[in-house]
T-cell receptor, first 114, second 116 residues
């Protein structure tokens, strides 16, 4: 089955700086790569996603890049703000008999300090 | 505003008691997931259904946990007997997967379980 590794586990950045979180996956049949943000005490919510036919996607201050050859994808947050402080989870959704199965990375705790 | 609904939101019980958590997925969604989250852990996949059929419950302790979808509007996760180590937040999530294409996964608010 799919195995997703996420790094770093914690990330502390100064407000205004950029944050980058990286994930690697094992199943070359994976074709959907979403990122979820979970604020303290809340449920995870989708912030951005990318499909395997696209290399990069941007939405205001967040962007995701995908390298299918190397089997890794990254979340980039620019001009970080205190409200970006949360846990971020990546996922790689595999095809084949497991299609649709959401297996998440271990999460990255992002702390943005003013 | 379509939402995944979970009950109960909070549950405190004693060791050995049966616990049942319920989830109403978003109407029209065909995949349902149960995840467990503890303070130091990420989202641990317990069970996964597509079109009400269980596809993967390899992450679930089979001796005490069971997950079912009696119909398309209800998913249940049962723990019997419960143990203190089961204390966690249990999330239900639903989505739509068709023809190998997967859409956004929507999470419920979670059920916070405390087993004393």
């Amino acid at each position: 089955g799919e195995n997703v590794e996420q790094h770093p586990s914690t990330l502390s950045v100064q407000e205004g700086d950029s944050a980058v979180i990286k994930c690697t996956y094992s199943d070359s049949a994976s074709n959907y790569f979403p990122w979820y943000k979970q604020e303290l005490g809340k449920r995870p919510q989708l912030i951005i996603d990318i499909r395997s036919n696209v290399g990069e996607k941007k939405d205001q201050r967040i962007a995701v890049t995908l390298n299918k050859t190397a089997k890794h994808f990254s979340l980039h947050i620019t001009e970080t703000q205190p409200e970006d402080s949360a846990v971020y989870f990546c996922a790689a959704i595999a095809g084949g008999s497991s299609w649709g199965k959401f297996q998440f990375g271990a999460g990255t705790q992002v702390v943005v300090t003013p | 505003d379509a939402r995944v609904t979970q009950t109960p939101r909070h549950k405190v019980t004693e060791m050995g008691q049966e616990v049942t958590m319920r989830c109403q997925p978003i109407l029209g969604h065909n995949t349902v997931f149960w995840y467990r989250q503890t303070m130091m852990q990420g989202l641990e996949l317990l069970a996964y259904f597509r079109n009400r059929a269980p596809l993967d419950d390899s992450g679930m302790p089979k001796d005490r946990f069971s997950a079912e979808m009696p119909d398309a509007t209800l998913a249940t996760l049962k723990i019997q007997p419960s143990e203190p180590r089961d204390s966690a937040v249990y999330f239900c999530a639903s989505g739509l997967s068709v023809g190998g294409n997967t859409g956004e996964l929507f999470f419920g608010e979670g059920s916070r379980l405390t087993v004393l």
